[in-house]
T-cell receptor, first 116, second 114 residues
Framework: EPEVTQTPSHQVTQMGQEVILRCVPI?????FYWYRQILGQKVEFLVS????????KSEIFDDQFSVERPDGSNFTLKIRSTKLEDSAMYFC??????????????FGPGTRLLVL | AQSVTQLGSHVSVSEGALVLLRCNYS??????LFWYVQYPNQGLQLLLK??????LVKGINGFEAEFKKSETSFHLTKPSAHMSDAAEYFC????????????FGQGTELSVKP
């Protein structure tokens, strides 16, 4: 069964450093998402991406964040200058264009980011 | 604005007992509702979803949920808990627009005692 994959599974970085989190969505999916979960808190939406542009973003997704689909398979989340409060589990998800908004979002296993 | 509230951050049941995980939603438009499960060190897996076709929705692993508009609820149930059901469960809502975001509840950790 196709699945969303994410690399790395864990990332430790120093405050102020740039990090890139990578995701490979399911191959025939066209909608891509990033969510994050700070330890002990709920899963929060960050951004959605369709047709090579951001379709929606949350207030969390400020200028320090960017997303890119550099080729036909990868989907990346970049944090330019990490802060302590960026420490979280980051989930990538993808969905197929089934129409009507009923599509299921398929989630990857997550990347645990720790900012020191 | 849409929101989801899951009552009880931790629920503990005995093996073979009924599982009931509560979810209430708030939505200004007819919602689409989802239950996801997260096993340790894994991603979120869809259990079931409500998309207005039927109010009682059956999902994987014997779980089901009933959409009750009058109560703005979408509680998850399973008649008989199994040890393998121990996991974190998330209720989520979307507006139903294509490619739209999911808004999650706080999650409920289910423990199953032998």
């Amino acid at each position: 069964e196709p699945e969303v994959t994410q690399t790395p599974s864990h990332q430790v970085t120093q405050m102020g450093q740039e990090v890139i989190l990578r995701c490979v969505p399911i191959s025939n999916h066209l909608y891509f998402y990033w969510y994050r979960q700070i330890l002990g808190q709920k899963v929060e939406f960050l951004v959605s991406f369709y047709n090579n542009e951001i379709s929606e973003k949350s207030e969390i997704f400020d200028d320090q964040f960017s997303v890119e689909r550099p080729d036909g398979s990868n989907f990346t989340l970049k944090i330019r200058s990490t802060k302590l409060e960026d420490s979280a589990m980051y989930f990538c998800a993808s969905s197929a264009p089934t129409g009507g908004g009923q599509e299921t979002q398929y989630f990857g296993p997550g990347t645990r980011l720790l900012v020191l | 604005a849409q929101s989801v509230t899951q009552l009880g951050s931790h629920v503990s049941v005995s093996e073979g007992a009924l599982v009931l995980l509560r979810c209430n939603y708030s939505s200004s438009v007819p919602p689409y509702l989802f239950w996801y499960v997260q096993y340790p060190n894994q991603g979120l897996q869809l259990l079931l979803k409500y998309t207005s076709a039927a109010t009682l929705v059956k999902g994987i692993n014997g779980f089901e949920a009933e959409f009750k508009k009058s109560e703005t609820s979408f509680h998850l149930t399973k008649p008989s808990a199994h040890m393998s059901d121990a996991a974190e469960y998330f209720c989520a809502v979307s507006k139903g627009n294509q490619g739209g975001k999911l808004i999650f509840g706080q999650g409920t950790e289910l423990s199953v005692k032998p």
